[in-house]
């Protein structure tokens, strides 16, 4: 029964799928156009057979190669296919291929924005090692490495805009904090280095041809999109006119901008114009954002399915066309976002199974052994302040100390509430994921019906404080103001039932939701304050826009203006 069942599925699937290719195809005729005019069998023969050879090599050498599979060997594929790819377009449509030298400027230009990249996401993981170090944050999190990225980014971000509440975000000030932080925690510095660059990758050994045929699309596709996104200017209207102009103007005012909403991945970023005054680096750390997404894809999808059905997920996923639009032409903050989001989920679903209580992740440090006194006392002032390890080790064991008798879930939940709000502050739509996965934690106490009467008290909230109102939705929601009360009535009384027929539970997943809101909240608070004391009244609209210091210009100002100019007073 189980296989008539799987083929039915997969036929299923399969059926789905074909319809919606035709249904694409239907309505997209520069695809078409794209497949009829297709120059580049020769570089897909190429690129094909490295696949093929790679795959083969794998599946016969897979103990041989095994040490050499490490950062620095993915590099010198990744140029390869920069080389192929480029030396391919140029032939096809000027005729010939670049010179030695152009080829060896253009390697050189995309090695140095990666580069500069790299550092500035080294600095953020550091930062939150740091940060998740001298606290029980996450402690116990099978995804400790990823939520360093997130929390360091998260840190770096809300000191960013303390600063820039005084105009001090200035170059040197910038700077300063990039390279603060690998210094402080220069240990975990090293070990990322030598993990990244050194280390043979462990992931290898249980990766086969389907495995290595989905890493080499995505790592192709990606020095693609770097290529395209290592430009002096920004494509698309919201990156030219908001996120990438944000930045901008952050560097120019040394610090925060008015107005423009809630922008946290825009300060982030800034640090391309205020570091370097480039905007290749800007365009570069979103495109990193989106390359951390794709390894948090990765590894929540490793949980679930074996490591090469995870690759071939995110080759797909990153296939998409709305994908691509978003990792190499305009340049938004969709893709950073879906980070935090993943990240978010990942979290959510540890706390929901309690999957932290199992496997502990314990931060290694090597000290060195002082043979005697004699020696010790002869250490040099260099070797006495290279002490950062230490302290942060103590300063660990006196938090764990003091958080020894609270449940560990409490450091999650507190920190599912610091990366909501932070996420909200990138992004106002983000709070439509974070309704759906505080959902879950009621699905906990009453299963589905509790999901479905939560979910429809947080729609009926989203409608009632206006959220279809931003992106210019309300219009299509045909009887909002009436359904709002439906959803918000028919919610509340499910999810009181719920509630009171489960109480022992309830209280607990409604204290979590409350710290959940109280620390997300700590993180929105300062944008509010921030837009309350630029806006000259007190609504929703001002606190979650600001005031522009241009003149507003919608529809009913546009009217105003063109009849003024059409019946002047006084003719």
């Not at 990765?298 to 996923?317: D, E, G, R, S």
């Not at 893709?335 to 309690?354: Q, R």
């Not at 600001?546 to 059409?566: C, D, H, M, V």
Request: one cysteine or more.
């Amino acid at each position: 029964m189980k296989r008539i069942l799987f083929w039915i599925s997969l036929l299923c699937i399969l059926v789905w799928s074909l319809v919606l290719l035709l249904d694409y195809w239907q309505y997209h005729g520069m695809q078409r156009q794209a497949v009829q005019l297709f120059s580049f069998g020769r570089l897909l023969i190429s690129v094909g057979l490295i696949m093929a050879l790679l795959a083969v090599a794998t599946h016969f050498l897979r103990d041989r190669l095994a040490p050499w599979v490490t950062g620095l060997s993915i590099l010198g594929l990744a140029i390869v296919f920069l080389i192929l790819s480029v030396q391919s377009f140029f032939r096809v449509n000027t005729g010939e291929p670049l010179a030695s030298y152009q080829v060896i400027q253009l390697i050189g230009s995309n090695l140095y924005t990666a580069g500069i990249v790299f550092f500035v996401f080294t600095s953020a993981y550091t930062l939150g090692d740091l940060f998740l170090g001298i606290s029980r944050f996450a402690r116990r999190s099978a995804y400790y490495h990823w939520l360093r990225f997130g929390v360091g980014i998260m840190v770096m971000t809300t000191l960013m805009f303390v600063l820039g509440l005084f105009d001090a975000l200035l170059p040197g000030v910038a700077w300063g904090l990039i390279i603060l932080f690998p210094i402080l925690n220069y240990r975990r510095t090293i070990w990322f280095l030598r993990t990244v660059f050194l280390k043979p990758i462990r992931g290898f050994k249980s990766i086969n041809a389907l495995g290595v045929v989905s890493f080499c699309c995505l790592l192709w596709w990606a020095v693609l999109n770097l290529v395209f996104v290592n430009r002096p200017f920004p494509l698309g209207f919201d990156a030219m006119t908001l996120y990438v102009n944000v930045s901008s103007l952050i560097a120019d005012y040394n610090g925060l901008v008015a107005g423009n909403g809630l922008y946290n991945w825009s300060i982030f970023s800034s640090l391309g114009f205020l570091m370097l005054d480039s905007t290749e680096i800007t365009l570069g750390i979103s495109f990193g954002g989106g390359l951390l997404a794709l390894f948090a894809l990765y590894a929540f999808a490793k949980k679930y399915v074996n490591p090469n059905l995870a690759l071939m997920t995110c080759a797909i996923f990153y296939a998409m066309p709305l994908t691509n639009w978003l990792s190499y032409k305009d340049m938004k903050i969709d893709m950073p976002l879906l980070f935090f989001l993943l990240l978010l989920l990942m979290i959510m679903e540890e706390l929901l199974t309690g999957d932290f209580q199992k496997k502990v992740v314990r931060v290694k440090t090597k000290t060195k052994k002082v043979k005697s006194s004699k020696r010790k006392a002869k250490k040099s002032i260099w070797i006495q302040w290279k002490k950062p390890a230490s302290w942060q080790m103590n300063l660990s064991k006196a938090m764990d100390a003091r958080w020894s008798n609270r449940s560990p879930e409490l450091s999650l939940v507190i920190l599912i509430g610091l990366l909501s709000g932070f996420a909200v502050g990138m992004k106002l739509t983000a709070i439509l994921a974070i309704f759906a996965l505080l959902s879950g934690l009621f699905y906990r106490i009453g299963g589905l019906g509790a999901f479905v009467a939560s979910a429809s008290l947080f729609l009926g909230m989203g409608l009632l404080i206006g959220m279809d109102k931003q992106p210019g939705l309300r219009y299509y929601n045909v009887g909002g103001n009436v359904w709002q009360w439906v959803f918000l009535g028919a919610g509340a009384i499910g999810l009181v039932y719920y509630l009171w027929s489960r109480k022992e539970a309830s209280v607990k997943t409604i204290r979590q939701v409350f710290i959940i809101g109280i620390f997300s909240g700590f993180m929105i608070m300062p944008w509010i304050g921030k837009n309350a004391a630029e806006g000259d009244s007190i609504s929703l609209d001002v606190l979650l826009n600001g005031k522009s210091q241009t003149p507003t210009l919608n529809a009913g100002e546009i009217r105003r203006i063109y009849n003024s100019l059409e019946n002047p007073v006084g003719e």
